[in-house]
């Protein structure tokens, strides 16, 4: 049986955001369209798939451990006096220690402690920041693990901002690559199919807003536009709610627009005159 630990250079004791960023540095270095290398290099990039597809099911995970007898316990000898890193990023109130802190759980099976320590962060801090206090490669992978729990806890707000932000890094580094599919298809989902009626129009609108800057493409930035002309209706602004429609049908002709929409504005003069 072959070490799939091994395979993807990380200890059996990984937590599952330390195999997915395992697994995506070596996809990249792998990858057979940016290897330009023999079939070795492909059969090496089947067995990195294969290593994380076991690895990264907590079921198929839990069988393999326990028929690989190499899987380590916890170190027995640690002192009840060692010195305790978390204990003491948690009793320091600065910023630098809170980034580091929520980073530090996200590795150590501690998702809901680090949703919850950034979305505290968040809400306190206007201009709290994972980029500020992290390299660039931590942030973006680790951001985007973190992103992933947000999500399933509905902190859809604090997704999309943070989302938003990790697409803007990879405009201009260009870091997941062959993963980036994947972050704009979380972005997409939480901007577009999350966010209106789960979290305030104002909070709604700001994240939109942020959205438009990073040219998703016209289908998109259209169907952004006619969220937040809903929004607007709602805040009882009917001025600023039809220039944004105006704007979405001059991207897109074809943007689905809602009823309370239609019935509002003439839509019909909009598609005939842009």
Known sequence: MEDFYKILGVLPSAS?????????????????DTSRSSESVTEEFR??????????DAHQRSIFDSSFTHRRAANPFRSEHSFDYREWLSARPDEESRAKLILFDLLHLREDDAVAEFVRMSSEHADFSLAKWLTREDFMDFGFILCEE????????????????????????????HFFPEVVLLA??????????AVSDELALDAWERALELDLGSSDDAALLVKMAGAYIRMDDAYTARICLEEAV???????????????????????RY
């Open 188 to 197: 997409r989902s939480v901007l577009l199919n999350k966010l209106e009626g």
């Open 47 to 56: 067995r990195l798939v294969r290593a994380y597809e076991i690895l990264s």
């Open 150 to 177: 947000l999500v399933m806890r509905a902190q859809y707000y604090d997704a999309a901002v943070l989302l938003i932000q990790i697409v803007e890094m990879e405009y201009r580094f260009s870091y997941f690559k």
């Open 16 to 32: 599952a955001s330390e195999i997915k960023r395992a697994y995506r540095k070596k996809a990249k270095e792998l990858h057979p």
């Open 250 to 272: 001059k991207l897109d002709r074809a943007v689905k627009i809602p009823s309370v929409l239609h019935s509002r504005f003439s839509v019909n003069d909009m598609e005939v």
